[in-house]
């Protein structure tokens, strides 16, 4: 598949271009950092992959899509981007899948290999389904600490231990229960 990477930050090119090299399927036949001139270099090249950052100078990614579409181009399009709230945007503009940054390459893997292997291209619906389970399965609780703060997905939180002013949050790690210390409990 030949690809084209659309992002006004040549760094985070660089870093997706690094987990890329693990496909050998695609190949990267383009880099582009002008949201502008994009829609042109993209027409001339025919990609059939175009991985797109959402918020760039001058034209966003939506607004490139856009184009595209009404000039009859229509490569399959992954947008990655910072920002999770653009995740329904993307399934109206038909993406094919949405990654954050910075970039987990499992979650790229999953998505190419979904992409090579695939048959046929999903219906709106289930497009929808899949990127809004993707962009809320992350939720995570932001615990004061006395070093600052903590986060935590509440799926891994085992039991939280009332001790007077404090509270004891235990959660599971990979090694098994971890104890992150104490935390001020507020009362009224």
């Known amino acids: 598949m030949k690809a084209i990477i659309l992002d006004d930050e040549p760094e985070a090119i660089s870093n997706l271009e690094k987990f890329l090299v693990n496909f050998p399927q695609i190949q990267v036949i383009a880099r582009i950092t002008d949201a502008l001139s994009a829609v042109s270099v993209i027409s001339a090249m025919k990609p059939d992959l175009l991985f797109s950052d959402v918020q760039m100078p001058g034209k966003n990614g939506f607004e490139v899509a856009e184009e595209l579409f009404e000039k009859g181009i229509k490569p399959?399009?992954?947008?990655?981007?910072?920002?999770?709230?653009?995740?329904?945007?993307a399934v109206r503009h038909t993406a094919f899948d949405?990654?954050?940054?910075?970039?987990?390459?499992?979650?790229?893997?999953?998505?190419?290999?979904?992409?090579?292997?695939?048959?046929?291209?999903?219906?709106?619906?289930?497009?929808?389904?899949?990127?809004?389970?993707?962009?809320?399965?992350?939720?995570?609780l932001k615990i004061?600490?006395?070093?600052?703060?903590t986060l935590i997905r509440p799926e891994d939180i085992i039991y939280i231990e009332a001790d007077w002013n404090y509270a004891d949050i235990y959660f599971s790690t990979n090694n098994g229960i971890k104890f992150i210390?104490?935390?001020?409990?507020?009362?009224i």
């Open 76 to 89: 399959d399009l992954i947008f990655v981007t910072a920002f999770d709230r653009f995740a329904i945007q």
């Open 144 to 149: 004061s600490t006395a070093g600052g703060f």
């Open 98 to 140: 949405y990654l954050l940054k910075p970039v987990n390459p499992d979650e790229l893997k999953n998505a190419i290999d979904r992409l090579l292997s695939r048959t046929y291209k999903p219906d709106m619906e289930e497009q929808f389904k899949k990127l809004f389970e993707k962009t809320t399965s992350s939720k995570k």
């Open 181 to 187: 210390g104490y935390i001020r409990v507020c009362h």
